[in-house]
């Protein structure tokens, strides 16, 4: 089995999209490990704030079928892929890491890019696995995240998903 961790965010009816990915989830793969969610400023457009958390699960699903599962994810979810690249969306599921995978696998580039560049994917990646290491650079993803130069500003939003709270308003 894979570790694989999931970035998940949505800046649409936020709430019910993210509820949604959640219960595809772990409708699929059991138990998820998870970050708080995150709102933040929309990046490369101007655009209403976005959700973000990041979800850890094992699968036994190859890199290739697993992308392909969470586009399906997306695609069920409203995700309408005509737009420009950088624009508002229902939600958007991509893989940062899938065990220690480096490179093109099967059309994924894995680790994804934006762990070291977007703060609203570095930290709850550093929250939910803060020892885990950054398969290319091999710091511990909360080294990373002290290390964070970025001027993105984001903030815990008060969330619940079948009736438990995944993080509180601060």
Request: charged share 25%; with cysteine; net charge negative.
């Amino acid at each position: 089995m894979a570790q694989v961790y999931v970035s998940i965010g949505s800046n649409q009816d936020r709430t019910r999209y993210i509820r949604a990915s959640l219960d595809a989830l772990v409708e699929r793969f059991g138990l998820l490990q998870l970050s708080s969610v995150y709102e933040s400023e929309a990046v490369g457009f101007d655009g209403d704030n976005f959700y973000n958390l990041v979800a850890g699960f094992s699968t036994d699903l190859p890199v290739g079928e697993l992308s392909r599962l969470l586009k399906r994810i997306e695609d069920d979810n409203g995700r309408c892929r005509k737009g420009p690249k950088f624009s508002g969306r229902t939600l958007d599921i991509d893989i940062l890491t899938y065990d220690e995978l480096i490179g093109d696998h099967d059309g994924v580039q894995l680790p994804r890019d934006e762990i070291l560049k977007n703060a609203f994917v570095l930290l709850p990646l550093a929250e939910v696995a803060p020892e885990v290491k950054h398969p290319e650079v091999g710091q511990s993803y909360q080294a990373l995240w002290d290390g964070y130069e970025g001027g993105q500003k984001l903030w815990t939003v008060g969330f619940e998903w079948r009736g438990q709270t995944i993080s509180s308003a601060h």
